[in-house]
């Protein structure tokens, strides 16, 4: 059971903190850090802030399947067409919404350069620019050595801004906060004569433009968001492409529908049974194509390459643990931490929450269980998963369809306000939609009267708040405009 402090019972502390990332979970942790009175730097080994949300055009071209042992050369995974599959309106920080800006992609699904630049927005926003050391390669964290064990954390970086080659530099923090994000390190499937096929084989993280595959027969394995995305792009300039599914269950609606409007240059596969040395590539069914390219969206595997926690943290089959709560490892809670693990959560709402909750355990404002709670707490919360037939892989997958982890999350460790339900209701309503209008839901929705209100109101409160950072300077007058301005942009 979580307990809050009374402060004058016991006094806050203020710890050096090292954050890892300095992306949407990064920057999440960042704030929340410093507003809880916290000595905070933030490691990023780019030369910006964004994290996955920042494009870039460069991929490892000697290793294009991300075969190689971690971590990967080029961490980014988007490709150039990206848009989001979520309504911008679920997205955005609690007191910083993600409203459309004049001369920017002010569509509700926008593309990955506007997710970018709203981040870049909010470092602005809260000065959390001041503490993020850019070009900084995290190349060890371990816990300081000492005749006791301590709970301090010896921080090994590199300035990868300097082509002379760097030296290391180590430093020591009182906590950790990993937020490295999980999109970057390929998870690849075995398939028998993958390691004697004659084409090529990429993974999506290496995947950009179409172009590359003009005029091939390709083949996408994996029927998650992005393969269907890669796999209509790539139909546009290939001679053929085959997209594998796992079963027919994957096979939905608007897939279908795609399927059959572009059935000369898109065919459904169900399974790859092998791979042959001389190009082929058989099918579960037993027939077989001659193919050029292979392209796995296959997903990521987390990776923490630099984390030396002498086996206290593992990663067996995509399942970081122990973690309570997908947060705290136990045995060295608090002084190190997770946040951004779990996927389908509203992001960044939900990072936020983590990053509060944390921050506080830091300061002495809130206490965790003892470490033989929290140990049980995580075993029972694996029994559960395996109860309920779900597979190790999908142990941080808490779903956005099953609201009470969100909401009793929130409720017990951070008193955060839930999720407001017209944000719910319009998430599945674009989940439905793009169930039936794979191509274009995006871009066509209609929406329900209580989301419509909802939406209307969240433009309202985004120009509120518009006009607030506009100063005292800003007249009666140029604040109704403001509103106006939010009203007619909905018209």
């Known amino acids: 059971i979580d307990m809050v402090c009374d402060d004058d019972i016991k006094p806050l502390q203020r710890q050096k903190v090292c954050v890892i990332g300095a992306g949407m979970a990064g920057l999440a942790s960042a704030r929340e850090l410093r507003r809880e009175g916290h000595d905070v730097t933030v490691l990023e080994q780019s030369g910006d802030v964004g994290g996955q949300w920042r494009y870039d055009p460069m991929t490892d071209g000697a290793d294009p399947l991300g075969a190689a042992a971690a971590p990967v050369k080029v961490h980014g995974s988007m490709y150039a067409s990206l848009r989001l599959i979520s309504a911008r309106e679920t997205m955005g920080f609690t007191d910083f919404q993600f409203a459309p800006k004049d001369g920017r992609d002010v569509r509700r699904f926008p593309g990955h350069r506007e997710v970018y630049l709203y981040l870049k927005d909010f470092c602005d926003a809260f000065g959390l620019m001041e503490l993020v050391r850019l070009n900084t390669g995290v190349v060890r964290v371990a816990l300081a050595p000492g005749p006791i064990p301590t709970r301090q954390w010896m921080v090994r970086s590199v300035d990868l801004g300097k082509s002379d080659g760097a030296e290391e530099v180590e430093e020591e923090f009182d906590a950790v906060v990993v937020a490295n994000g999980h999109y970057s390190q390929p998870r690849l499937p075995s398939i028998v004569g993958m390691e004697v096929w004659r084409g ?16 091939e027969v390709v083949v996408v394995v994996g029927c998650g968001a992005s393969g269907k995305d890669i796999a209509m792009e790539v139909r546009r300039v290939a001679k053929e492409v085959h997209l594998v599914a796992k079963s027919m269950e994957e096979v939905t609606q608007e897939l279908a529908k795609v399927l059959s409007k572009y059935s000369a240059s898109l065919h459904l596969q169900l399974h790859v049974e092998r791979l042959c040395e001389d190009g082929r590539v058989v099918f579960g069914d037993g027939s077989s194509i001659l193919a050029d390219t292979i392209i796995y969206c296959t997903g990521f595997n987390y990776s923490f390459p630099f984390l030396d926690t002498e086996g206290a943290v593992t990663v067996d089959d995509n399942c970081v643990g122990p973690l309570f709560e997908h947060v705290f490892p136990p045995s060295l ?8 693990i779990p996927v389908k959560v509203f992001a960044p709402w939900f990072f936020e929450a983590q990053a509060k909750w944390v921050a506080q355990v830091l300061s002495g404002k809130r206490t965790l269980p003892p470490e033989e709670e929290m140990v049980r707490s995580v075993e029972e919360y694996y029994r559960a998963r395996e109860a309920a037939g779900a597979p190790k892989n999908y142990t941080h997958d808490v779903s956005l369809f099953d609201t009470t982890f969100m909401d009793e999350f929130v409720s017990k460790y951070c008193d955060f306000r839930s999720v407001e339900k017209w944000r719910y209701e319009l998430l599945v309503s674009s989940l439905v939609n793009m169930f039936d209008n794979l191509e274009t839901f995006r871009d066509e929705y209609q929406d329900s009267d209580s989301i419509r209100k909802g939406v209307e109101e969240w433009h309202l409160s985004a120009q509120r708040a518009q006009a607030a950072a506009a100063g005292p300077a800003t007249t009666k007058e140029q604040s109704l405009g403001l509103l106006e301005q939010g009203l007619l942009k909905l018209s």
């Open 200 to 215: 090529r084989q990429v993974h999506s993280h290496s995947y950009r433009v179409p172009e590359p595959f003009r005029d």
């Open 333 to 340: 809670a608090p002084s190190l931490s997770f946040v951004g």
